[in-house]
């Protein structure tokens, strides 16, 4: 498989205004596995404040919340998605996301990058970050 490099993204002052107004985080592919990048940057981004709302195939619970099947399945506004999938996903979340109308960012983790759903996602009014890890980012720009 190819990599893309990301044409589509956030400059790191979009980035902090992403941490400062966003509140409710989604993280598609959030492992219950402590051990799993999902699960260490949810459990900062959780541990900073933030409302961490697990997706995840299995498990009732991740990190004290509720887990849900599908990022269509939350009954309540997510504010950004932060996806541990692997690229050739993102198209379909990205229609999902459309489809909710509610997400205001979609950001895709470390190594993961697919700019058509990016600028998909982009020309339906949400800013994007692709291949940056949020706890990284938010550790640099608040520690």
């Known amino acids: 498989m190819e990599c893309e490099f990301p044409t589509v993204?956030?400059?790191?002052?979009?980035?902090?205004?992403?941490?400062d107004s966003v509140k409710?985080?989604?993280?598609?592919?959030?492992?219950?596995?402590?051990?799993?990048?999902?699960?260490?940057?949810a459990a900062y981004l959780q541990d900073h404040g933030?409302?961490?709302?697990?997706?995840?195939?299995?498990?009732?619970?991740i990190l004290g919340e509720k887990v849900y099947r599908s990022l269509k399945e939350i009954p309540f506004k997510v504010d950004m998605v932060n996806i541990f999938r692997k690229p050739?996903?993102?198209?379909?979340?990205?229609?999902?996301?459309?489809e909710?109308?509610?997400?205001?960012?979609?950001?895709?983790?470390?190594?993961?990058?697919?700019?058509?759903?990016a600028q998909k996602a982009q020309d339906a009014g949400m800013k994007v970050v692709q291949n940056q890890c949020a706890m990284v980012d938010h550790r640099n720009l608040y520690n």
């Open 50 to 61: 933030y409302k961490i709302v697990p997706v995840y195939p299995k498990e009732d619970e």
């Open 88 to 98: 050739d996903a993102l198209g379909a979340i990205a229609d999902v996301c459309m």
């Open 9 to 19: 993204n956030s400059n790191m002052q979009e980035v902090k205004e992403i941490f």
């Open 100 to 117: 909710r109308g509610d997400i205001d960012v979609f950001w895709a983790q470390k190594g993961i990058v697919n700019n058509a759903a």
């Open 24 to 41: 409710t985080i989604a993280v598609l592919g959030l492992s219950p596995n402590a051990e799993k990048d999902s699960h260490k940057v």
